[in-house]
């Protein structure tokens, strides 16, 4: 068995980090959310945390951004090979089912944003999900000059 590069170490540890914030986030919300306990979860020390991805303000960004960005560009992704409007809206909400899907904490995260107003929503994750809303705005457009959607 070949030993893991120092690269894939670190990339193991940062998903270990992110997957602890986003998990604790989701339990916690952002301000009740202590790098600490991410710390603990992800067996890391703390400074491992600031040193490879940041302060708490940084962690939330990057937990969001990486599954709004991620969702979007697969979206794209694969929306780009199907013609009617019809398939590419199912193909969207299969890739928004999915995101779901795979980031069980993303729906309490996201509850508690709502519930405290979006104060603490990133910026990044703003824009990310402007183009998730988009792309369907673009492919609703589509169907309803196709006449496949009514206004």
Known sequence: MESQTLKEKRTQSTKRILD???NVFA???FAGAR?????????????MIYYRIGDKKAL???VLHDIFAD???RIARNI???????????????NIAHTVDQHHHLAPI????????TRDFPEV??????????????????GEKKGVFIK
């Not at 790098?35 to 400074?47: S, T």
């Not at 780009?80 to 299969?94: M, R, V, Y």
């Not at 994750?125 to 589509?142: C, M, N, P």
């Open 20 to 22: 602890a914030a986003a």
């Open 27 to 29: 339990e916690v919300g």
């Open 35 to 47: 790098v600490d306990e991410i710390a603990k979860r992800a067996g890391i020390n703390k400074a």
């Open 60 to 62: 939330y960004e990057e």
């Open 71 to 73: 969702t979007a560009k």
């Open 80 to 94: 780009k090979e199907t013609k009617a409007p019809e398939e590419k809206l199912k193909t969207f909400i299969h």
């Open 110 to 117: 996201m509850m508690r944003e709502l519930a405290s107003g």
């Open 125 to 142: 994750a703003g824009q990310d999900l402007a183009r998730i809303v988009s792309i369907l705005t673009a492919i609703l457009k589509e």
